[in-house]
C-alpha cells in the first residue's frame, strides 16, 4: 500500500470515528435500566446520559429531561460532557490540517513542511482517541462497580449502553487512522534525500578525420 492511499485510509477511518463521538456524545444510552432477579420491571425502561435522561414505556412512548444543573452533575458526568465536545472541536481541527497537508491536495508545496503537517494532524487523531476513551472507561468502571455492589439495590443498579460501545469503537479508529496518517508521513519522507541530483554533460571529443565519434550518440 502506498503512502498516499495508506493516508486516505487513516483520514477515512478518523472521520468515521470522529462522527462516532458526536454520536456517542449525544446519545442518552451511557447507562440503562439493569434486569435482575425478580426485580424485572416491563413497563418502563431508563436510559441516562451526558445531557438528557429518558423514560421508555412499555407502549414505545418516550419522554426525556435535560440535566437541570451542571453544577450539580456528579464529576464522571461533568468530565464526559467536557471531554466528548473537546475531542469533537479537535477532530475538525484535525481534519482541515490533514486536508490541509495531504498528499492529494494543494494546499500547501511538497516538501518537508507538508509532511509536518500531515503528521501534526495524525497526533491530533491520536490525541482524540485517547481523551475519548477517558470518560467511556470511567463509566464503565462507575456501572460495573454499582452492579455488583451489594449496597446498591436491585432497582438502581444499571447496565453499560449503546453509547459506551460506540465511544469504543469510534476510540479505535481514531487511533488506527492516526497512526495510518502517521506511518504515511513517515513513509513519504523516507523517500525524500536531502543531496541534490547532479547531472554531468557528456564529453565528445572529435576523431581524427574532424568528425564525431559515433559512439558518443548512442
Request: with cysteine.
Amino acid at each position: 500500500m502506498t503512502s498516499a492511499a495508506r493516508e486516505i485510509l487513516g483520514l477515512g477511518l478518523c472521520i468515521v470515528g470522529w462522527v462516532g463521538v458526536i454520536l456517542a456524545c449525544g446519545l442518552p444510552t451511557w447507562q440503562v435500566s439493569a434486569y435482575i432477579d425478580g426485580h424485572i420491571v416491563v413497563a418502563q425502561t431508563t436510559w441516562e446520559g451526558l445531557w438528557m435522561n429518558c423514560v421508555v414505556q412499555s407502549t414505545g412512548q418516550m419522554q426525556c429531561k435535560l440535566h437541570d444543573s451542571i453544577l450539580a452533575l456528579e464529576p464522571h458526568m461533568q468530565a464526559g460532557r467536557a471531554l466528548t465536545v473537546l475531542v469533537t472541536l479537535l477532530g475538525l481541527v484535525a481534519l482541515m490540517v490533514t486536508v490541509v497537508g495531504a498528499q492529494c491536495t494543494t494546499c500547501v508545496r511538497a516538501g518537508k513542511a507538508k509532511s509536518w503537517i500531515v503528521l501534526a494532524g495524525g497526533i491530533i487523531y491520536i490525541l482524540c482517541g485517547v481523551l475519548v476513551l477517558i470518560p467511556v472507561c470511567w463509566f464503565a468502571n462507575i456501572i460495573i462497580s454499582g452492579f455488583y455492589n451489594p449496597k446498591v439495590p436491585n432497582s438502581m443498579k444499571r447496565e453499560m449502553g449503546a453509547a459506551l460501545y460506540i465511544g469504543w469503537a469510534a476510540t479505535a479508529l481514531l487511533l488506527l487512522g492516526g497512526g495510518l496518517i502517521c506511518c504515511s508521513c513517515s513513509c513519504a519522507g523516507d523517500g525524500e534525500s536531502g543531496f541534490p541530483v547532479k547531472y554531468s554533460a557528456s564529453t565528445r571529443r572529435p576523431t581524427s578525420n574532424g568528425e564525431y565519434d559515433k559512439k558518443n550518440y548512442v
